[in-house]
């Protein structure tokens, strides 16, 4: 990680950070190492301020900031939309222990690397979670051990039970809950001899034992988290401190994938993005890092990429398929 100082816009120098290295590919995650590095390096008066529109880093913020000593603010939205949260505020609200199972939890019910469970969303799983706290120390152990732990399975087996028959805690293998709701929904009717199979969809059904063990195996394996979710009414919303007491730390993946208008060059681009961001002491404009050997790149080749576009200095012309642009890997590299 490179720490860029200007002078007053006329003269730059440049230094390695070495405690900002890391091995992690997603922004998300790396936008909370750098959260950490400045309250390691600020005062306890000082506010530091994540700015970044998705709701992932939230997670993380109240799961891996709980003992900074800075007041954290997240910094999210566009337009009319746009607000501040205190994550101290809301941690003290939801529950620490809670906010330590948080991204677990996303990694569990569907993230990058694991499937999602059908029709149950992210919301009916928090409600879950929070009406029986005793599954939060299951959440809390998943990716501190490289294995299974039978018990651990056990209880997570449990609560995807729950997850599709919440009003019954009778059943607590999911292969008798999977029979069960295969009989009730397409059992024959009364009078019939066979249900039809018209439009049967089995991918309602909870999956088989032996999909759930390398489920959670691969959890283990690839724990992301990351999360995409999680609808609140809490209202932390707060004012802006003054710019004197503020470090900011920018997704700048987010800021790069929000730009409509753009300019001509790319040098117009970089001096485009420089004005967007807030005037402070220290701004962090983190992005993604691409390894060819990993989870993530795996999943993006198999979705498909786009033709590499070279960069080859500040007066190369921006693509106008933005988007396009900033679906290959290369190309986000070269910018």
């Given at each position: 990680?490179?720490?860029?100082?200007?002078?007053?816009?006329?003269?730059?120098?440049?230094?390695?950070?070495?405690?900002?290295?890391?091995?992690?590919?997603?922004?998300?995650?790396?936008?909370?190492?750098?959260?950490?590095?400045?309250?390691?390096?600020?005062?306890?008066?000082?506010?530091?301020?994540?700015?970044?529109?998705?709701?992932?880093?939230?997670?993380?913020?109240?799961?891996?900031?709980?003992?900074?000593?800075?007041?954290?603010?997240?910094?999210?939205?566009?337009?009319?939309?746009?607000?501040?949260?205190?994550?101290?505020?809301?941690?003290?609200?939801?529950?620490?222990?809670?906010?330590?199972?948080?991204?677990?939890?996303?990694?569990f019910i569907g993230c990058d690397s694991t499937s999602a469970f059908v029709r149950r969303g992210k919301v009916t799983p928090l409600k879950l979670l929070q009406k029986h706290p005793e599954f939060t120390d299951t959440f809390m152990q998943l990716g501190l051990s490289p294995s299974v732990e039978p018990q651990l399975f056990e209880d997570l087996e449990h609560f995807v039970c729950l997850m599709y028959r919440s009003t019954s805690t009778s059943i607590t293998d999911i292969n008798k809950l999977r029979m069960e709701l295969f009989l009730q929904k397409f059992s024959p009717k009364s009078g019939e001899l066979l249900s039809s199979y018209n439009g049967a969809d089995l991918s309602i059904l909870p999956s088989r034992r032996p999909s759930g063990l390398r489920k959670t195996n691969l959890l283990y394996n690839s724990l992301a988290h990351r999360t995409t979710w999680l609808r609140s009414d809490l209202t932390h919303m707060v004012y802006r401190p003054p710019l004197e007491q503020v470090s900011y730390i920018i997704d700048g993946n987010a800021i790069l994938h929000m730009q409509t208008a753009l300019p001509n060059t790319f040098a117009d681009l970089a001096e485009s993005l420089y004005h967007q961001m807030p005037k402070a002491e220290r701004v962090d404009f983190v992005t993604n890092t691409y390894h060819p050997l990993s989870i993530k790149t795996n999943e993006r080749q198999r979705r498909g990429t786009t033709n590499t576009y070279l960069i080859k200095g500040p007066l190369t012309n921006v693509p106008r398929d933005w988007k396009q642009f900033l679906s290959n890997d290369v190309n986000k590299t070269q910018l």
């Open positions: 990680m490179r720490q860029i100082t200007s002078m007053y816009g006329i003269s730059t120098h440049t230094d390695e950070i070495e405690e900002l290295n890391s091995s992690q590919e997603e922004a998300d995650t790396r936008l909370v190492l750098h959260c950490l590095h400045h309250a390691s390096h600020l005062s306890e008066n000082n506010t530091i301020v994540v700015r970044s529109p998705d709701t992932d880093v939230f997670v993380l913020l109240l799961r891996f900031t709980q003992l900074v000593k800075q007041r954290v603010l997240f910094d999210t939205g566009v337009g009319n939309k746009r607000r501040l949260l205190d994550i101290h505020g809301i941690i003290a609200e939801v529950g620490t222990q809670l906010c330590l199972a948080l991204p677990a939890l996303h990694a």
